[in-house]
C-alpha cells in the first residue's frame, strides 16, 4: 500500500502541483484547507506525512503545529513546514515548534519529491 500525505494548503495552484507530483510518484494525497480545523483532521485519519503551510485561513501553520507536538499522538509525525515567507525567523520558530523540515515557496518538483521520500523513510 502506498503512503499517505495530507497536504494543508489554501492556494489551488499548489495544491495541484503537488497532488500531482505525489500521486505520479505513487502517493495518496490527501487536502485540507482551513487551518481553524486542520489538527482535527490530522487526529481523525493519520497520514504518514504532513505538508502544511504557514499562512491558512483560521490558524497560522504555527499554531497547528503547536497542536499536533503537544499531542501524544501525533508528537511524532513528520511534518514539512512550506511558506511563501522563507526568512531566517520563520525557519527558526518552524524549528522550535517542532517541524521536520521547513521549504520555501517557489520550490522544485524534484525538491518536493526528494524532501517526501526522505522524511517517511526516516
Known sequence: MGKRVLLIEDEPNIIEAISFILTRDGWTVHTHEDGETAAERVRSRPPDLVIL???????????????????????????MMLTARGQTKDREMAMELGATHFMTKPFSNAEILENVRTLVAG
Do not use: C, F, H
Open 53 to 79: 503551510d504557514v499562512m491558512l485561513p483560521g490558524r497560522s501553520g504555527y499554531d497547528i503545529l503547536r497542536d499536533l507536538r503537544g499531542a501524544e499522538d501525533t508528537r511524532a509525525l513528520p511534518v
